[in-house]
């Protein structure tokens, strides 16, 4: 099972700032099989970027993901207050497929 | 518009099973797959399997394979999702998801069962 490391655990940030999550997994995946999802408390995951680097449909383009083999990023520009909240990096590479313990990006 | 709706929540006690539904709207039902992810209470999400909608394959996690089903009513454009067994550990929300075209990126997400299972 590949395992998939997110860094920091918790980001303190202010509007405006910008904000950098990073995910590792622990073997080499495809870039084409790495996604993000932000989740707001009390709603369900929405997919941000798909292939490591693909907008989905109607995600702003503050957002924007990087990597490839076992390292990769998502970004946010700058933070609008709706971006406070929780964020999965998710493998689909192996079966099964997984998700990393999430990054929450809080108000400073 | 793609919709997901669940059925609501439930109550069970731990040895029991509890089956969720999707039902699904906005797409032809058959043409995409249809996965089940669940959360526990403050942790990640956690994969369970997902079905072929339009043959009805089935792929499961290992941690799950032994308890859970997914299958799905063509006709009605309803996905189900069993689980058996039930113990305090299962106590999470659930989640259908559809994939965006294939592979398994998640791209529309039901809004949650809240399973809780406590004697």
């Known amino acids: 099972e590949i395992v998939l490391t997110q860094s920091p655990g918790t980001l303190s940030l202010s509007p405006g700032e910008r904000a950098t999550l990073s995910c590792r997994a622990s073997?080499?995946?495809?870039?084409?099989?790495l996604g993000w999802y932000q989740q707001r408390p009390g709603q369900a995951p929405r997919l941000l970027i798909y292939?490591?680097?693909t907008r989905a449909t109607g995600i702003p383009d503050r957002f924007s993901g990087s990597g490839s083999g076992t390292d990769f990023t998502l970004s946010i520009s700058r933070l609008e207050p709706e971006d406070f909240a929780v964020y999965y990096c998710?493998?689909?590479?192996?079966?099964?497929?997984?998700f990393g313990q999430g990054t929450k990006v809080e108000v400073k | 518009q793609v919709q997901l709706v669940q059925s609501g929540a439930e109550v069970k006690k731990p040895g029991a099973s509890v089956k969720i539904s999707c039902k699904a709207s906005?797409?032809?039902?058959?043409?995409?797959?249809m996965h089940w992810v669940r959360q526990a209470p403050g942790q990640s999400l956690e994969w369970m399997g997902w079905?072929?909608?339009?043959?009805?394959?089935?792929k499961y996690s290992p941690k799950f394979q032994d308890r859970v089903t997914i299958t799905r009513d063509r006709s009605a454009s309803i996905a189900y999702m069993e689980l058996s067994s039930l113990r305090s550990e299962d106590t999470a929300m659930y989640y259908c998801?559809?994939?965006?075209?294939?592979?398994?990126?998640?791209?529309?997400w039901g809004q949650g069962t809240l399973v809780t299972v406590s004697s």
């Open positions: 998801a559809r994939v965006l075209v294939a592979g398994a990126t998640l791209a529309f």
């Open positions: 906005g797409y032809t039902f058959t043409n995409y797959a």
């Open positions: 079905i072929n909608a339009g043959n009805g394959h089935t």
């Open positions: 073997q080499t995946i495809s870039s084409n099989s």
């Open positions: 292939g490591a680097a």
């Open positions: 998710q493998q689909y590479e192996g079966s099964p497929q997984t």
